[in-house]
């Protein structure tokens, strides 16, 4: 019996963890009493970690280091990447990545001592590489803004993604950093769809207010770009020159982007989500994703599982550069000021 759609869901279902042999299933309707597939609460679990800073060891991207103060995202993107992360925890890359949310309050503290180290050497920190640091959760428990504090404290440069306006909260602090060079923000911008948005990024800040936002900081001097992705052939790709026109227009100063890849749970969890949302190109838009990798809907390989490869990645890089050497050209983020760092913090408490 298909199970009906979420709304308000990214993911239609909970796949099976790869990393476990027995799992709790469903195979009949009849006479249970319990929805073994949907909780519609949100669960906080506090995990009490070692350690904060990962080094990340990739060719890809220039941050070599990241924190993530959140695992799970209630923003419930159905493409992000980070589902299958979630799968280390014990939980499912499906509905569980959106409901069950580990919370890491002890982060600014961990942050604080690896500063205080003299091994350590200032470098950008990206906040999150996996999931928004920004997302519903850091309303209440205010994780992300304690580490913008030991950040400022010590005079680290801090990297920021986030989809979500609850970032204008913190204002006041991201504008000290900027006044020192240490900081640049970046907004996920995918849609002007909202009817794609809704469904693709159910309980995400629409396009507009996150303009709106990116346009807050960047009037208020604070250094912003966006990230166009992912690109999804037949779904966003032809929306490129418009949004960079409109990311331009908001004060970006710089853009960049991504094609859509499917790794391991992913690409159950979008095919069920685009057969049901998007019937009458579904099979089209799958296609054309094997296309862009080479017959799979997945890519590991670096450099080249970003930005695919083949006629569909050729177009989207093309339309890309026209559009940037339109709309942006000669714009630049101004480089992160590495000698502002003070291991003692001290000077910043007054």
């Known amino acids: 019996m298909q199970q009906s759609y979420h709304s308000g869901r990214g993911a239609q279902f909970n796949?099976?963890?790869?990393f476990l042999d027995k799992r709790v299933v469903r195979e009949?309707?009849?006479?249970?009493d319990e929805d073994l597939y949907v909780s519609?609460?949100?669960?906080?679990?506090?995990?009490?970690?070692?350690k904060i800073i990962n080094k990340v060891d990739s060719t890809d991207l220039r941050m070599m280091y990241s924190i993530n103060p959140y695992q799970g995202c209630e923003h419930g993107c159905i493409y992000c990447y980070a589902r299958n992360s979630h799968e280390y925890w014990g939980f499912s890359a499906g509905l569980d990545f959106e409901q069950k949310i580990v919370a890491k309050p002890n982060a600014p503290q961990l942050l604080e001592r690896a500063f205080q180290?003299?091994?350590?050497?200032?470098?950008p920190i990206a906040l999150s590489g996996n999931t928004d640091c920004y997302q519903p959760a850091e309303r209440e428990l205010k994780i992300t803004h304690k580490l913008l504090r030991v950040f400022l404290k010590y005079g680290n440069p801090v990297g920021i993604i986030t989809k979500n306006r609850l970032i204008e909260r913190d204002l006041p602090i991201l504008r000290d950093l900027a006044a020192e060079k240490l900081v640049h923000v970046y907004f996920s911008i995918t849609t002007q769809d909202e009817v794609l948005r809704s469904k693709m990024e159910p309980r995400t800040a629409s396009i507009a207010k996150r303009l709106q936002t990116l346009e807050t900081l960047s009037t208020t001097g604070i250094p912003c770009g966006a990230m166009i992705a992912p690109i999804i052939p037949s779904l966003n790709d032809h929306e490129i020159p418009s949004l960079m026109w409109q990311v331009a227009n908001a004060g970006a100063l710089s853009v960049g982007y991504t094609v859509v890849r499917l790794n391991k749970a992913i690409g159950p969890l979008f095919k069920d989500w685009i057969t049901k949302c998007f019937p009458d190109r579904a099979a089209k838009v799958w296609k054309q994703i094997q296309e862009l990798h080479g017959g799979a809907v997945n890519d590991s390989q670096w450099g080249r599982r970003l930005v695919g490869e083949g006629p569909i990645s050729d177009h989207i890089a093309q339309l890309f550069k026209v559009s940037k050497h339109k709309y942006m050209n000669d714009r630049e983020m101004p480089a992160y000021d590495l000698t502002r760092f003070s291991r003692s913090g001290s000077y910043r408490l007054f």
Not at 40 to 50: A, F, L, S, T
């Open 15 to 18: 796949p099976a963890n790869s």
């Open 28 to 32: 009949h309707t009849e006479g249970i």
């Open 40 to 50: 519609p609460q949100r669960q906080i679990i506090i995990d009490h970690p070692k």
């Open 117 to 123: 180290r003299h091994s350590w050497r200032a470098m």
